[in-house]
């Protein structure tokens, strides 16, 4: 089992921003100077679908594993010694077109998480492939669980079995349910017994919805330790380690979970 009480401090930046629609060289210029602005965090989160908004174009907007924007985030990342989060729409090697949240690191290396609901209103799983498995990436020591918008419905795909310390949801999520949002995120908090942060957009997109933004980062009761409301910008908190681990030791609820498997089908 591993000593969380010895996790260093993480400086976590959200970006919180209108997006251009359908426009990825639009949008990777308008995150030029807000990425400056979250120099000195540890790991830095942009919206879902940041280069795009979240469009159904899939065939028409799908860049290439080593398209354009990664390798601006690897470049990104690079600079500013931060891992940067955020999904787009890919193309992968079998053809399929996904819901691809990049995890690009200081190093220049990648890992990357596929988007497992599809939001089925919008048709969304009628142009994108759906994901296989959750993934756990690593940051300073921390175990981050990275899910995507609808995925946030889900709480058996939620749930942690994994020794998770921060559940990461990125999100296009309009303003017309955002009851739901600010309900399910301390929800997912406290039943996993983590801290939660999550990046929405601001805004309208192409298609008329607008977004509230209500980005925030909770504590493993479901606390609000950052709130951006409607703001455009950086928002940025420090995770403590200790904290979560001390949580844990006085309310061990996670040594009572049920134990299950989850099905790819």
Known sequence: MRDISLLPDLKLALIQTHLVWQNAEANRAHFES???QARGADLIVLPEMFSTGFSMQSAELAEAEDGPTTQWLREKAQRLDAVIAGSLIIQAADGSYRNRLLWARPD??????DKRHLFRMA???KHYRAGEQQVVLKVKGWQVRPLICYDLRFPVWSRDGQDTDLLLYTANWPALRRQHWNRLLPARAIENLCYVAA???IGEDGKGFVYSGDSQVL???GDTQLAAEAADGVFQVTLKGNELAAYRERFPAHLDADEFQL???
């Open 108 to 113: 220049g290396s990648l890992a990357y998480y």
């Open 123 to 125: 048709g969304e799983h």
């Open 263 to 265: 099905s790819s089908s």
């Open 199 to 201: 990046v929405n957009r």
């Open 34 to 36: 807000l990425l400056a």
């Open 219 to 221: 504590d493993f009761q």
